[in-house]
């Protein structure tokens, strides 16, 4: 591919996601904007194994992490729940919409670099804004910062509904060194 072909191509709005209603709704607004730019969509869960209190059933809640710390587990059955939370996420925000070209990433690894490396060749970066509150809160507020400071394009961190204020907006774009988004 030639400089000019390159400079011009078109990335993919890159989201993560994780099974949780604020997760869920970064990918419903990402799907909107993917459609908006006509580019693809790039959907993205990440995992650990062995992250301690987490569990298979509740691991949503970490944010933009899933992780599991049970007897008996292994990675490649982690890998298929990760892979189910991803499909249901998909399969709860987009329906039967077909007019969005939709790529599917699971990832074992902490939850910032995963976004990160995911959004590194995107044109825009999709994260929720935090978790349930407490330290699960601080730990999605973190992956959030994480992400703001660090990619290389620009990030909209999506409020929940439940964050919503009146007056303000529920989706905020932070810097990045692309192109501002319009």
């Known amino acids: 591919m030639s400089e000019k072909e390159d400079a011009t191509k078109v990335g993919a709005v890159v989201v993560g996601v994780d099974g949780s209603p604020g997760a869920g709704e970064a990918l419903r607004w990402a799907l909107a904007e993917a459609r908006l730019r006509k580019v693809p969509l790039r959907v993205v869960h990440a995992w ?13 809640n970490l944010g933009f992490i899933g ?36 790529e599917r990433q699971v990832v074992e690894g902490g939850a910032a670099a995963v976004l990160l490396d995911a959004a590194a060749a995107g044109d825009l970066l999709v994260v929720g804004s935090r978790g349930h509150g407490g330290f699960t809160g601080l730990l999605l507020g973190s992956v959030s910062q994480q992400c ?35």
């Open 67 to 102: 992780s599991f710390d049970s007897p008996g587990a292994d990675a490649g059955n982690l890998g298929r729940a990760a892979e189910e939370t991803l499909e249901t996420a998909i399969g709860e925000a987009v329906g039967e919409t077909r007019d969005v070209e939709i």
């Open 48 to 60: 650990t194994y062995g992250y301690a209190g987490a569990t298979a059933g509740g691991y949503g």
């Open 148 to 182: 703001v400071h660090h990619a290389r394009c620009p990030v909209v961190v999506v409020r929940s509904s439940k964050e919503d204020v009146a007056g303000h907006e529920s989706a905020h774009v932070a810097g990045g060194n692309s192109q501002p988004v319009t």
